[in-house]
């Protein structure tokens, strides 16, 4: 389908889902619980098909409008400047980030105040409604898109590349020379070894970008708490007529507004002092800010049960003249809680978006909608890793989840620092590769051939 005409599909699965939700949350089927409950599972359920095939390939789509493979110079202003695609990439992804969190802003804050004041059901209409112009944006703009053709699947054949270097390798070893076309007599080749030495580079360069995305769903322990226990937080504190679910609204306020900073002052004043922060480097910065939230958590959790009525049961009932009521929040106001918020935001710059720009930029040409969804699919573990932590998120252990995450974070920055460094120092040569011809069921060298329409 290519990955313009799977966007579309994404977006029709996503308006049924967001048809159904609404319907869900509609007052006439809201008041039967049950039912309600199944359609907005079922709504859900869509959703998450809508979005995994939208975002694994919007922002290779995205990327792929840079053309540039290899560092060049050109004359801007009269001044001579070099314009590196690796720099470009980072920005594109930056700014990507951007959008999707000015979007998420947006909609956190009017839904919330849409689902007080009006209802669920036109909390989940209005974002429906707004859903259907990404078709037309898609297509008015058509002409102006970088589209490729698409390639066909090639899981399988990565799957049997693997097993034939593994069945050549030792136990010791494991060779990708051996899968080249060029090391490979012509007589022995197999059917479907039709591509080039290249492609054989470029997949070894791919695998080592999801051995990378590995150490992802610890930093996502980190984050996962901003839309649990940091919300159960908030609500034991003073909201002065604030919902305890806009507080986390800090989060992506904070990367809107970090994120021109670092474009524009932290990365070009690391360059000209010649300090190379290469993604291995910054997505190990990103683990340590991601554990320094989460010590600032722990402590505003400590704080809260000093302070709180309930003491270290601050998220427990009480019995006040034979009734039951919640207990009083501690007096602190809310927005003393915005630090883990802030620095959770400054996380994702640096882990999250560096992560996508790592997917794309180390994928194969015809393989980077698959790397992207393997990074994609490390949050799904976290979430399931996340699990382990339940017995933590309730009084009176919610300082040691916070603290044990934070543990986590750290010591697992420092080993994906020590597992990843080599790479660090060879980041350009991965990024130097030469390209391969191979697009997928066409022989290599057929590339122009194929973009023609002549084949």
Request: hydrophobic fraction near 45%; charge should be positive; charged fraction near 15%.
């Amino acid at each position: 389908m290519g990955r313009f005409w799977t966007l579309h599909l994404a977006i029709g699965i996503s308006t049924i889902a967001h048809v159904i939700l609404v319907v869900a949350a509609s007052p006439a089927v809201i008041v039967n619980n049950k039912g309600a409950f199944a359609c907005f599972i079922i709504g859900l359920l869509c959703l998450c098909v809508g979005t995994g095939f939208f975002k694994a390939n919007v922002g290779p789509l995205l990327a792929e409008q840079n053309e540039d493979t290899k560092p060049r110079i050109e004359v801007r202003k009269g001044e001579r400047v070099i314009v590196d695609p690796a720099i470009t990439n980072t920005r594109i992804f930056l700014y990507f980030y951007l959008c999707i969190n000015t979007g998420s802003l947006t909609g956190q804050i009017g839904m919330v105040y849409i689902e007080k004041y009006v209802g669920f059901w036109a909390a989940f209409l209005i974002p429906t409604a707004l859903f259907l112009l990404a078709p037309v944006i898609l297509w008015s703009q058509k002409k102006s898109y970088k589209l490729k053709p698409p390639t066909g699947s090639l899981l399988s054949k990565f799957f049997k590349v693997f097993f034939f270097v593994r069945k050549r390798s030792s136990w010791k070893t494991f060779s990708w020379e051996v899968a080249k076309p060029s090391n490979v007599a012509v007589d022995q080749r197999p059917s479907w070894m039709t591509y080039d030495d290249a492609w054989v580079d470029e997949v070894r360069r791919g695998l080592l970008a999801c051995k990378v995305f590995v150490f992802l769903p610890i930093f996502f322990l980190s984050y996962n708490q901003m839309t649990g226990n940091l919300t159960i937080q908030a609500g034991t504190l003073e909201l002065h007529g604030v919902p305890n679910d806009v507080i986390q609204n800090l989060n992506p306020i904070s990367i809107v507004i970090m994120i021109p900073l670092i474009d524009h002052i932290l990365y070009p004043g690391l360059r000209r002092l010649g300090i190379a922060f290469t993604p291995i480097k910054r997505m190990t910065f990103g683990f340590l800010i991601a554990a320094l939230s989460m010590v600032a958590s722990a402590v505003m959790q400590y704080y809260i049960y000093q302070k709180s009525p309930c003491g270290w049961h601050a998220n427990k009932n009480i019995v006040v003249d034979g009734v039951t009521k919640a207990c009083p929040p501690a007096p602190i106001n809310v927005w003393a809680q915005c630090l883990p918020y802030i620095l959770i935001g400054i996380a994702e710059i640096f882990a999250n978006v560096t992560s996508y720009e790592y997917a794309f930029s180390k994928a194969p040409e015809n393989m980077k909608s698959l790397v992207m969804s393997v990074n994609l699919f490390m949050s799904a573990i976290s979430a399931a890793l996340g699990q382990a932590f339940t017995p933590l998120s309730e009084d009176p252990y919610l300082i040691w989840n916070y603290t044990c995450i934070a543990c986590i974070a750290f010591v697992g920055g420092g080993a994906f620092w020590v597992c990843f460094r080599h790479l660090d120092s060879e980041e350009d040569k991965w990024n130097m590769l030469k390209k391969s011809e191979f697009i997928g069921k066409q022989q290599p060298g057929l590339g122009k051939a194929h973009e023609d329409g002549e084949v």
